[in-house]
């Protein structure tokens, strides 16, 4: 599975950018600002699975159009979520990875029309659902033959609450260790608090993960969805530093022990 | 809301039947018994979500033909699951209630298009909703229109496993105090247990629970799933009449301090 | 197993009382409410197991003399913790029934210490502890040759906010499937909220609870500790008529069903 | 707080041994092993908090001999187990850190009396506990006066089976942002498998834990406790050299903005 010149399950993959596409402008600049600091892919939600109606649901197709171009602009391969079996087509005109967020990761007629397409697609795990049933769902895919899935920790839920889902990085190498599945982490919906991004991606990357998923917003108290959790531009630039740099020693005969 | 001429949220509702329909002689061999024993709808799965795509998925169009045949022998209004925005038009067609099971509690998009039919929707509660989220899921529903939600504790996600789930029965009272929505309890799913499911009745409707959800297969043992949570029909009858007596003492002057 | 003339596990009993003992007037006052709306026993904690050695922790010695002090009044027995093996021989000279609370459910030396008493010890079930693991904690005091446990369903720990806890009453008929030990349970903790424990009580009473244990307060607005899960003797008046009228009618040939 | 020479909370510290002490001969053999592959501290258990009455308790005061044998013969500190405050002065006598296990988190009479003395207390986390709790209950300690205390995350309960816990990295920075108090990491008892401790020990260096306490046994298949989750000591060789050389590049000007 080749996204944008990368080998998602080879080469470590940093997908950035805002939890909601917002404006054009402002998109594109992110998108600009987090390819400069290594990003890979560009993340952004044109359609948001919001717990209450009343919350900002996302721009939908204008939404599309604004990471298509941010795409153009920059390059950066687009990771963008579909909830609805009958936005697919439109969904993966623009995007390159179709997310299946949380909310939907046992939305089994979902699961089983991405199957029919052929562009990878990121399944994020349930907030409470076990290895077991995560893998499964990812089979809804398989079954119709879509081999490019990828899973994506992202918190579960428990009783803490100092962060807002709990990380659980131990599922990562345990998914290695029972499926060929490539498993990035989205660190920024697991803790919903910027300041614990950074240590938590390196965390993430020394346990092994593929990659990680990380919400980057210009201007984190101005954004339109989860305004803790997203970090800045310039934050990005130093986490991804840092992460690529951690990336490049373990894979470097002094950190191979590692 | 009326459903076969019981008011939900003042009468109370036994809600009965198979996990899934299997075929059309046991389903109405079924509907007929749950009836007898004082039964007020019939249950039962057409369209199953189920973990694995290996697993028996129901009989889609087909069970819904049968689940007609059984309304049309024994009058019994229908219950039955949606999973597919698109299948709405055919399901409502054959149930008198189109039930979302716990893993589309945020299916967003289904839950809207729900919001523009006129029959009553069954909203289970998530694995590890807050009440908070379900009530906010079931504001979809109402937001479009469609003022008739039930909502079915059916059990949450713990690391309890002489359940399979945990009923957390405080909820329906809990839920009652902020929201005019009825509330029903399914103690099938949320024990997994056979044994469990007539105390787990009794439990639910003296903490004034508006009906209860429970799996009735005339032999459990060859259920196409989850065997150990279904009841015969001479268990569910005397769990009918047990809870229906308690519903009536709890009525009565003598029980009504309780 | 016979506690003030009530056969635990045969006889409903009800035990009601502060949170923690405060003044002798006011423990005296309340222990005559209680015992007037039909309580069976006292409860009221000499020391309380506080998360923070900044809140307040019991009056220790002075609260035993308290609780004797209202027992000789009313003829209660009375139900008080036991936090430290040291403080047994005080705790038992004074307490008909010793209670081992959540945080030290798996406190090995102070249960194993209770083994060697001859007086009912209530073991409540610890905040995420499995249904196998209390009753191995029970068997800590078993094995030492008192058999005189009362188990505890206090409620377990979740992602739910809008309850203090998860009140597991699916356990109590499991763990009486299992176990020839009493259970009963305390809707207060469980819960936290005063306004949930009238219809929780009678939840337990429905699924076989072989008691309760009600946290009464003649002011719980001043209440020392937990206050907004303390009723007053009036509510507990109504809860105790409500639910000792549900058990009759239960025992009764027309609630024999259920 | 210096223990061995290390400055806990500035040098990364290393604690490895048995889950229990077995035998002086495998001790010896295992703190030799340890130390050789660059464990700072040796960890043993005397005193094992165990579930079931019947499952193996620990040799006790015979196990506080071997530790202090162990020490004699290798140098390395010792961290060990207290459970019962009648202990505290026993165990002191052999141990160099003191350990209060997950079960007795909220031990308070047991945590008050260790304020009392002047060695370290590594505090494990409840296995429901949260971070506020956690350090509530490090209160009790350092309100006593003794104010090195050393956290320990080994994992919290959740629905997951995939994991013996649920390994919860996020608390380690979020502790440090609140609390000037050590933070270490237990993978062996928070994921259960052997195979999983190499990966989380790594991440939880990456995530800024002050050290890590393993589990090793010389032949882990015959241990008396917790066989899954044990390391040999050639794998704890590996996971020393990774973990430490990990810690070295992080500490580099390289591994700086890390």
Chains 1, 2, 3, 4 share one sequence.
Not at 78 to 90: F, G, L, P, S
Not at 192 to 203: D, H, Q, Y
Request: aromatic fraction near 4%.
């Amino acid at each position: 599975m080749t996204v944008g010149g990368r080998a998602v399950g080879r080469d470590f993959v940093l997908i950035a950018g805002p939890c909601a596409v917002e404006t054009e402008e402002r998109t594109i600049r992110t998108a600009r600002l987090v390819k400069e600091a290594g990003a890979h892919m560009l993340r952004g939600g044109a359609y948001k699975p919001r717990a209450s109606p009343r919350d900002f649901q996302g721009l939908g197709e204008e939404g599309l159009r604004i990471l298509a171009a941010a795409k153009a602009e920059t390059g950066l391969p687009i990771v963008t979520e579909v909830m609805d079996a009958r936005h697919i087509e439109a969904v993966a005109a623009c995007a390159d990875v179709l997310q299946v967020g949380s909310r939907n990761m046992q939305n089994f007629t979902l699961l089983r029309e991405l199957g029919r397409i052929r562009k990878p697609v990121l399944l994020k795990r349930g907030m409470s659902a076990t290895l077991a049933e995560w893998l499964s769902a990812a089979e809804y895919v398989l079954d119709g033959g879509n081999e490019d899935v990828i899973l994506c920790e992202r918190g579960i839920r428990t009783f803490e609450t100092a962060t807002r889902n709990t990380l659980d990085l131990a599922i990562v190498p345990a998914a290695m260790a029972v499926s060929p599945l490539p498993v990035i982490v989205d660190p920024s919906h697991a803790t919903g608090r910027a300041a614990l991004v950074k240590p938590m991606s390196l965390a993430a990357a020394a346990a092994g993960a593929d990659g990680l998923l990380i919400e980057v917003h210009p201007d984190p108290a101005l954004a339109a969805s989860d305004r803790g959790q997203q970090v800045t531009p310039e934050e990005f630039a130093a986490i991804a530093r840092a992460v690529l740099s951690l990336v490049a020693w373990l894979a470097s005969p002094e950190g191979a022990g590692a």
